[in-house]
């Protein structure tokens, strides 16, 4: 299909008809969720399959299920009604003062100190905004950005094979802290090593995280085997918990422990050299523009993150 005078035609009902079909992957579901009859609902994919030449959905007795071309049709619709959404919210906010709504992603980095740290900030500043955070690992996490459901993603940088569309800034450094109960038999020795710390159990980031790679390197890197891995968890309550609790040894990106650090909860191993963990910053769609809420939380987000990697953490 190279006539691309339909898209001048294209309604948004007839966009909308395409995402809610792919969803449910029923037409008498859709037409429920539409407010439409049935019968307008097939009519509305039927003018549309005409006026690309392609077949979106393939109708069978187990359901309406969408094509290729209908999934990147119905994945493209989701990113303009995320858009239009914005813009409804920015037309309010200039008739009635900033305020509104925004959705962003969090990673384990992000979540644990510049994130929260950045809303209080921002709620001081505009209390009428809400902020929504959804936490979860970038394979989760990107498709919901691509739809339009997140306006930007905060944690650590994600690896180049995630980027592709994407734009990231960096807010600062982060390092690995390796962490344990304060009276850890392993905080006797003078000068602990990862070596030393293989004689006990781990908490380990799950297989499929950057953190883990990052350490399953790290050993490989030493010719060490893996320790003992009885649990593995992304739960920050989960594995505080069995840290204070047990002989476990658990590692977190420095900032998500540092406040229960700072207060003796748990103890950091320090190993020489330190461990880097990478940049922590946003990502977000390349071209997207932010909607006016989006931008004062990140606003927040650079000087708190200016502010550490000039002075370190605080």
């Given at each position: 299909?190279h006539?691309?005078?339909?898209?001048?035609?294209?309604?948004?009902?007839?966009?909308?008809?395409?995402?809610?079909?792919?969803?449910?992957?029923?037409?008498?579901?859709?037409?429920?969720?539409?407010?439409?009859?049935?019968?307008?609902v097939?009519?509305?994919?039927?003018?549309?399959?005409?006026?690309?030449?392609?077949?979106?959905?393939?109708?069978?007795?187990?359901?309406?299920?969408?094509?290729?071309?209908?999934?990147?049709?119905?994945?493209?619709?989701?990113?303009?009604?995320?858009?239009?959404?914005?813009?409804?919210?920015?037309?309010?906010?200039?008739?009635?003062?900033?305020?509104?709504?925004?959705?962003?992603?969090?990673?384990?980095?992000?979540?644990?100190?510049?994130?929260?740290?950045?809303?209080?900030?921002?709620?001081?500043?505009?209390?009428?905004?809400?902020?929504?955070?959804?936490?979860?690992?970038?394979?989760?996490?990107?498709?919901?950005?691509?739809?339009?459901?997140?306006?930007?993603?905060?944690?650590?940088?994600?690896?180049?094979r995630?980027?592709?569309?994407?734009?990231?800034?960096?807010?600062?450094?982060?390092?690995?802290?390796?962490?344990?109960?304060?009276?850890?038999?392993?905080?006797?020795?003078?000068?602990?090593?990862?070596?030393?710390?293989?004689?006990?159990?781990?908490?380990?980031?799950l297989?499929?995280?950057?953190?883990?790679?990052?350490?399953?390197?790290?050993?490989?890197?030493?010719?060490?085997?893996?320790?003992?891995i009885?649990?593995?968890?992304?739960?920050?309550?989960?594995?505080?918990?069995?840290?204070?609790?047990?002989?476990?040894?658990?590692?977190?990106?420095?900032q998500?422990?540092?406040?229960?650090i700072?207060?003796?909860?748990?103890?950091?191993?320090?190993?020489?050299?330190?461990?880097?963990?990478?940049?922590?910053?946003?990502?977000?769609?390349?071209?997207?523009?932010?909607?006016?809420?989006?931008?004062?939380?990140?606003?927040?987000?650079?000087?708190?993150?200016?502010?550490?990697?000039?002075?370190?953490?605080?």
């Amino acid at each position: 299909m190279h006539d691309f005078s339909w898209v001048r035609r294209v309604k948004l009902q007839q966009l909308r008809t395409v995402m809610v079909v792919a969803r449910s992957q029923s037409l008498v579901t859709a037409a429920d969720e539409l407010g439409l009859s049935q019968p307008a609902v097939t009519k509305s994919l039927r003018e549309l399959e005409k006026d690309l030449g392609v077949e979106l959905f393939v109708r069978t007795s187990r359901g309406t299920h969408p094509t290729g071309v209908g999934k990147i049709l119905a994945e493209r619709a989701r990113a303009i009604f995320g858009q239009l959404e914005l813009v409804a919210q920015e037309i309010h906010d200039i008739y009635q003062g900033l305020s509104g709504h925004v959705v962003v992603g969090s990673l384990l980095a992000g979540g644990a100190n510049i994130l929260p740290r950045a809303i209080a900030r921002l709620h001081s500043r505009l209390p009428g905004i809400r902020v929504t955070i959804i936490e979860g690992t970038y394979d989760h996490l990107l498709p919901q950005l691509k739809q339009g459901g997140l306006e930007f993603i905060a944690g650590r940088l994600p690896p180049h094979r995630y980027r592709e569309g994407l734009q990231v800034e960096s807010f600062y450094q982060e390092e690995i802290a390796f962490t344990v109960r304060p009276s850890h038999p392993v905080l006797k020795k003078t000068v602990p090593s990862l070596a030393d710390l293989r004689n006990w159990p781990w908490i380990m980031p799950l297989p499929d995280t950057t953190l883990r790679q990052m350490l399953e390197s790290v050993f490989h890197e030493q010719n060490l085997e893996l320790p003992m891995i009885p649990c593995e968890s992304l739960s920050v309550v989960t594995n505080r918990r069995l840290i204070i609790e047990t002989d476990y040894v658990g590692v977190f990106p420095v900032q998500v422990v540092q406040p229960d650090i700072d207060t003796g909860l748990l103890a950091r191993v320090d190993i020489t050299p330190a461990i880097s963990f990478g940049p922590v910053g946003i990502s977000w769609l390349k071209d997207n523009p932010f909607s006016r809420v989006a931008e004062e939380l990140i606003k927040e987000l650079r000087t708190i993150g200016e502010a550490w990697e000039d002075s370190g953490y605080s």
